[in-house]
């Protein structure tokens, strides 16, 4: 008795400092986005920096403003999780109660393979086959933009949506479907008014990873969207706070190079604010 508690306690204590690491490394992350990225916002001024419609780091005169950065990054994310999330959860419900085995099967399969698939590639596809089809289809000079963005980011939220949601549906306990269908209820209004509402917590979870997905993807954004800073327009040339660090990052110095890492803080400050907002609309929910 006393060895097993003996390794009961044990394992505690590895699984109470391997959290205590991750919450060291977030506050380092933290602390080491806010010593570098201080300097810069208090040299151009904060009202100008975030709201300055202009981005000019190598000019004569140069012009440090993140609006358009920021707003392209609010659209193309909205408007990623507007075209992903539906497609995702129906995806999600149909496979986790609806679909026949072998369909199943092949689905989850290239879900995964989704899943699998490497930024740069998802980028290098958009690139040879959306970015010429939008461009052919809507008579446009150029069909790198945020619409070609906001159609690669859905795709690639897709995969961390739909395996989350299948999750959480598989979990939830078959007596209330049971029960759903012994009072009446067809089986596809059990798993929309029983199931899902019951799995509402895991769906919720798969959305955030989803948002943080979209907001955080750099590379495949990059090679769609034109990465020109402009304010956003659907089918305009645009740049993204994680492109404008990723694409001047490599040839960067003085202000220029602190202007790159307050734009990192600011992004990291706007997923905070969003995964609290969603987490405190879920906690109110529950409640």
């Not at 806010?34 to 005169?61: C, H, Q, Y």
Request: aromatic fraction near 10%.
């Amino acid at each position: 008795m006393k060895k097993q508690n003996a390794f009961e306690n044990f394992i505690h204590g590895i699984f109470l400092i391997l959290g205590l690491i991750t919450v060291g490394c977030v506050l380092l992350i933290t602390l080491y986005l806010v010593v570098a990225g201080i300097p810069a916002i208090r040299k151009i001024g904060l009202r100008d920096f975030l709201f300055n419609p202009k981005w000019a780091s190598t000019a004569s005169e140069p012009s440090y403003g993140i609006l358009p950065f920021i707003l392209t990054s609010v659209y193309g994310t909205a408007g990623a999780i507007l075209v992903g999330v539906p497609i995702g959860f129906l995806t999600s419900v149909y496979l986790a109660k609806l679909a026949p085995a072998k369909i199943r099967t092949l689905v989850s399969g290239a879900v995964s393979l989704l899943a699998g698939i490497p930024s740069v590639v998802y980028g290098l596809v958009g690139m040879m086959v959306l970015v010429p089809g939008i461009r052919g289809l809507f008579h446009i000079p150029d069909g790198a933009s945020l619409f070609a963005a906001i159609i690669v980011l859905a795709i690639m939220i897709l995969p961390s949506i739909i395996n989350v949601s299948i999750t959480a549906l598989e979990a939830v306990p078959k007596e209330y479907e049971d029960a759903s269908l012994a009072l009446g209820a067809t089986p596809v209004e059990t798993y929309f008014k029983v199931s899902v509402p019951a799995a509402k917590s895991g769906i919720a979870a798969a959305v955030v990873l989803g948002v943080g997905r979209a907001i955080g993807e750099a590379m495949a954004v990059m090679m769609v969207s034109g990465n020109a800073p402009n304010l956003p327009e659907l089918f305009g040339s645009v740049r993204f706070l994680t492109t404008a660090v990723a694409s001047e990052m490599s040839y960067s110095s003085g202000l220029q190079r602190q202007a790159l890492f307050s734009i990192a803080l600011v992004l990291f400050l706007f997923i905070m604010l969003i995964n609290a907002a969603l987490n405190f609309f879920l906690k109110r929910s529950k409640e």
